[in-house]
């Protein structure tokens, strides 16, 4: 009867690398686990950092303001945080615009020939601009169409003036119009084309422009009495700081000025406080998960014995726990709960937003967000961030025991092929005894 050789040599030799490939696997499961959750933290913290920014950015604001209009018909209001307790009233004299010429054409289709000779001058913002109307000749069949001629002119003018081909009860026209709007946006053109009726039309045009160029006209009060202010845009940048209106329509003449005021929105202010309180807990969420003891009924956290890991929600939590510009968060409704959470006193915090400068205590230099920003510098930044040194050090400690199992796995396969060889060598030999004994 022969041995089965090559399940024997199998079970030999997983036997002699069982314990050590049991260790080097148990290894690598613990230290993928911790680099998994590294990685969720550091997202965790990057979460965290991400909110605290739109309070913190140049443009950013932690108190957040509400804007009220007596009528919304006239402008638009877009009001940064910051800006609060305003009162103003504005009438809006005219709208800015730009400037349009529209030319009669002789054509019916934009595949149609325009004229292939000549020049068209045209003056914008103190320079003068000739387009060489044959170069438009793009096909080189000796015609220029008035596509071409259009996609020619926008390619020259380069966005300053634009053209285009419309429809307009039947007829096709060329539309020139400035990119921009106001009176300093305003163009003429000048055709010397030899085609009498092309240059005619042009000259119609330019002296009988559908729309002129011209700035937008506010008054701060009321039209004639009040501050009369200009622009050639129809949105009026920090027209107080951190305050842009946008233009929508004029007001008629002799109508009320429009009233609009920008005061705190207490409100919006403890919602965006709460965006950050619900990522804050988060990262201690992630955190306590990381580094729990462990007991009968919940496993172990991965990074339990890490104390570096630990550090991260004491520091966080020593942050709360800090005044800032003589001011503590508890004064200001925020507390941490038993568990090292954060959590938030609405009516305490309304209280405060009366006595306290919360934007200062909280986005200026030396304040809560400034001073945590720094904090998750050390820990999240990619390059210099202690947990990405970690994730490093983890990494390399994989590869080890990668390097660890596949020496391993060589090792079984030595093995495998001497069992396998002395297995096989003694069925050999019991065969050969068989036929012996069968001689007798």
Not at 170 to 176: A, H, P
Not at 181 to 200: K, P, R, V, Y
Not at 289 to 295: I, K, L, Q, V
Not at 339 to 349: A, I, N, P, T
């Amino acid at each position: 009867m022969n041995i089965d050789a090559a399940s024997m040599a199998e079970q030999l030799a997983y036997y002699e690398v069982y314990a050590a490939q049991t260790r080097n696997q148990e290894r690598l499961t613990l230290l993928q686990s911790q680099s998994s959750m590294i990685t969720k933290i550091d997202s965790a913290l990057d979460s965290l950092d991400n909110i605290i920014y739109k309070f913190t950015k140049p443009s950013g604001s932690f108190e957040q303001s509400s804007v009220s209009l007596s009528s919304e018909d006239y402008f638009s209001v877009n009001a940064a945080g910051y800006a609060k307790n305003i009162n103003m009233d504005i009438f809006v004299e005219q709208k800015a615009t730009s400037h349009q010429v529209a030319v009669n054409t002789s054509g019916a289709e934009p595949t149609d020939a325009f004229v292939s000779t000549g020049t068209m001058d045209i003056e914008f913002q103190g320079e003068t601009y000739t387009i060489n109307v044959a170069d438009a000749d793009s096909s080189g069949d000796g015609t220029v169409t008035y596509q071409e001629f259009v996609n020619y002119f926008n390619q020259e003018m380069d966005g300053m003036v634009n053209a285009t081909l419309v429809r307009s009860g039947g007829e096709m026209k060329l539309l020139f119009s400035s990119e921009e709007t106001g009176a300093e946006n305003l163009f003429s053109i000048t055709a010397n084309t030899g085609d009498a009726e092309i240059d005619q039309n042009i000259s119609d045009g330019n002296s009988s422009p559908i729309k002129s160029g011209q700035d937008a006209i506010i008054w701060l009060g009321d039209q004639g009495s009040g501050v009369q202010l200009t622009n050639a845009s129809n949105t009026f940048e920090n027209i107080v700081p951190g305050v842009d209106i946008t233009l929508t329509q004029a007001n008629e003449v002799g109508s009320a000025s429009t009233n609009f005021t920008i005061g705190p929105d207490s409100d919006e202010t403890i919602s965006v406080l709460n965006e950050f309180i619900t990522a804050y807990n988060e990262v201690i969420s992630v955190l306590d998960t990381a580094t729990r003891s462990g007991s009968d009924s919940e496993e172990r956290g991965v990074l339990a014995s890490d104390g570096s890991i630990r550090g991260i929600e004491s520091k966080l939590n020593g942050l709360i726990r800090g005044s800032y510009y003589g001011v503590s968060m508890f004064e200001l409704g925020l507390s941490l709960d038993k568990e090292g959470k954060l959590e938030l006193d609405s009516d305490k915090f309304k209280e405060a937003q009366e006595l306290y400068d919360l934007e200062t205590i909280f986005c200026g230099d030396e304040g809560l967000f400034k001073t945590m920003e720094t904090t998750i510098e050390q820990y999240a930044d990619y390059t210099s961030g202690s947990l990405n040194r970690q994730k490093e050090r983890i990494s390399a400690q994989q590869d080890r025991v990668n390097d660890n199992l596949d020496r391993l796995d060589a090792k079984y396969d030595m093995y495998y092929k001497r069992y396998l060889a002395q297995y096989t060598q003694l069925n050999t030999i019991m065969n050969s005894m068989d036929s012996i004994s069968s001689l007798f």
